[in-house]
């Protein structure tokens, strides 16, 4: 079955880069895009990035200065680095798989990340 | 951006029928899409394109809307539905979500 799985530090201090692996399973990064969405405790989810299948990548322009998406698909492996971190940046972060018309169709379990020195 | 609003909370009794709102600040066509968020967990697609049920959801969940204005209906709720809601938008660049609307069964 589909599955997604977020991995990295829990902790990051202020001004620090953000490092995050999404492994996936059950389909291919070559057929579906893969999005990361963060949300901080509370509040709603806000879009970060994309992944196309393609190879291509599209950023939210309010992260964009600080956010590179990768991938590596002999490893079925996304990654997520930010830089600049601030306390704001704190949250669950999600990797997510798009269908047809950017639908999330299935979210990895999140990543909880805490920027505090 | 597309600023997307959503009441903050509603109660209701089992078995009730509820609705829950998403209105967006400017046009999404049927770029619009729901998920629900239990506590601790990952959201969930219930509803996408506005009125599409995702596979294997019960067809309590229903969807409707167009353009600005978008609903979200459990009918009948059951006490499992407690949960959040969110609406997520993919018309416009970027994509945005809403605030969520926190379902309480009374």
């Known amino acids: 079955q589909v599955q997604l799985k977020e991995s990295g530090p829990g902790l990051v201090q202020p001004s620090e880069t953000l490092s995050l692996t999404c492994t996936v399973s059950?389909?291919?990064?070559?057929?579906?895009?893969v999005s990361w969405v963060r949300q901080p405790s509370g509040k709603g989810p806000e879009w970060m990035g994309r992944?196309?299948?393609?190879?291509?990548?599209a950023y939210n322009s309010a992260l964009k200065s600080r956010l590179s998406i990768s991938r590596d698909t002999s490893k079925n492996q996304v990654f997520l680095k930010m830089n600049s971190l601030q306390t704001d940046d704190t949250g669950t972060y999600y990797c997510?798989?798009?269908?047809?018309?950017?639908?999330?169709?299935?979210w990895g379990q999140g990543a909880s990340v805490t920027v505090s020195s | 951006d597309t600023v997307l609003t959503q009441s903050p909370a509603l109660a209701v009794s089992p078995g009730e029928r509820v609705t829950i709102s998403c209105r967006a600040s400017?046009?999404?066509?049927?770029?619009m899409h729901w998920y629900q968020q239990k506590p601790g967990q990952q959201p969930k697609l219930l509803i996408y394109?506005?009125?599409n049920l995702e596979s294997g959801v019960p067809a309590r969940f229903s969807g409707s809307g167009s353009g600005t204005d978008f609903t979200l209906t459990i009918d009948p709720v059951e006490a499992d539905d407690t949960a959040t809601y969110f609406c997520q938008q993919s018309w416009n660049d970027p994509n945005t979500f809403g605030a969520g609307t926190k379902l309480e069964l009374k």
């Open positions: 997510t798989r798009e269908s047809l018309g950017y639908v999330m169709d299935a």
């Open positions: 400017e046009s999404v066509s049927t770029g």
């Open positions: 394109g506005a009125s």
């Open positions: 992944m196309w299948y393609d190879g291509d990548t």
């Open positions: 059950g389909f291919s990064l070559t057929s579906y895009s």
